[in-house]
Nanobody, 124 residues
Framework: QVQLVESGGGLVQPGDSLRLSCAASGSSISTYSLGWFRQAPGEERDFVATISRNGESIIYDVSVKDRFTISRDNAKNAVYLQMDTLKREDTAVYYC?????????????????WGQGTQVTVSS
């Protein structure tokens, strides 16, 4: 079983950048697919980005493609989300997740472990 803890959220202005980190413990993440999801107030939890266990397959939601970059460092047992050119509509709680399949997937039901989330607020 793996435990996940997100960090790096905060209050930024439109156009700014943030880098979210997700540290894993309890198990190596090397066999897991890793993903980032977000949830705005009153909304469902939505897919943002995913990376396969070997890092060769990456998928982004169309709303963040070309602005966000997901990466993983299996040696550090961590996954990251670099967020550039942030927009107000990116405001949400961001969650990292790990999936047993190891395959990059947008399907929220394929993720078995979740962090507690970190708040990202984009406002002027």
């Amino acid at each position: 079983q793996v435990q996940l803890v997100e960090s790096g959220g905060g209050l930024v202005q439109p156009g700014d950048s943030l880098r979210l980190s997700c540290a894993a413990s309890g198990s190596s993440i090397s066999t897991y697919s890793l993903g980032w999801f977000r949830q705005a107030p009153g909304e469902e939890r939505d897919f943002v980005a995913t990376i396969s266990r070997n890092g060769e397959s990456i998928i982004y939601d169309v709303s963040v493609k070309d602005r966000f970059t997901i990466s993983r460092d299996n040696a550090k047992n961590a996954v990251y989300l670099q967020m550039d050119t942030l927009k107000r509509e990116d405001t949400a709680v961001y969650y990292c997740a790990a999936g047993n399949s190891g395959l990059a997937t947008m399907d929220i039901n394929k993720y078995n472990y979740w962090g507690q989330g970190t708040q990202v607020t984009v406002s002027s």
